[in-house]
């Protein structure tokens, strides 16, 4: 299969294609303040902005904690207890405050019906990936599920792209990387694989149209394979 993803991109073939969650598939913002607000409270520590996490998440919960701490003025020391916290919370809230993006579940059928392997490949963790997928109707579009806390390393370093690519038994040249931010386009480019970013997601607050990508989309249903 061939995907095309704008007017002025070439056609390159692929087998499979690996999807971000956050900000490609799902909006989580608002799980994601919550959880901070929640986390901050229990440590009486001020609150922090819908802005601030719009720019903060896509690294990792690991990442967001440490930013988080250091926006308020919190010592780093406090990082034990806020990981817990975070880890309490984001299960009670996870999806509850989310949207599906307009157009990943036509996309996603797009995909799946030109016979495309699937796998979903995040940085956030597994398993609360897992339950997001399955609570908003996505988990039974991907033959693989990957967080943050599969491998050894997280996005943007290639390896958890190389390592998806394994598992689905497909040449990371023909397995399309689609995503959102500029931690997706570097994981790609480093693995070799072909990448289209979404413009409506979260790219730490950068233009997304300035990352180095091979297309770019305003709806994941834009994407087009041939």
């Given at each position: 299969m061939k995907w095309r993803?704008?007017?002025?991109?070439a056609g390159r073939d692929i087998d499979a294609a690996i999807v971000d969650l956050d900000g490609t598939l799902v909006d989580t913002l608002g799980?994601?303040?919550?959880?901070?607000l929640a986390v901050l409270e229990?440590?009486?520590?001020?609150p922090v902005d819908r802005a601030f996490v719009e720019r903060s998440i896509g690294k990792g919960s690991e990442h967001l904690i440490r930013t988080t701490l250091a926006e308020v003025g919190a010592p780093a020391s406090l990082y034990g207890d806020a990981w817990a916290a975070y880890q309490s919370h984001y299960a009670r809230v996870n999806g509850d405050l989310a949207d599906v993006y307009p157009g990943a579940i036509e996309g996603l059928q797009a995909l799946r019906g030109h016979g495309l392997k699937l796998a979903c490949l995040?940085?956030?963790?597994?398993?609360?990936?897992?339950?997001?997928?399955?609570?908003?109707g996505l988990a039974s579009f991907f033959d693989i599920v990957f967080g943050g806390d599969a491998f050894e390393r997280k996005k943007p370093d290639?390896?958890?792209l190389l390592k998806t690519c394994d598992a689905l038994g497909t040449r990371p040249e023909r397995t399309l990387m689609v995503g959102d931010s500029s931690n997706d386009a570097k994981a790609a480019r480093a693995a070799a694989c072909p990448v289209v970013l979404v413009t409506y997601g979260y790219n730490h607050g950068e233009p997304v149209r300035a990352v180095d990508a091979d297309?770019?989309?305003?709806r994941l249903d834009e994407l087009q394979i041939a």
């Open positions: 993803a704008t007017k002025a991109s799980d994601f303040h919550a959880v901070l229990q440590l009486t520590l001020p995040t940085n956030k963790p597994t398993a609360f990936a897992r339950d997001l997928l399955a609570m908003k290639p390896l958890p297309g770019f989309v305003d």
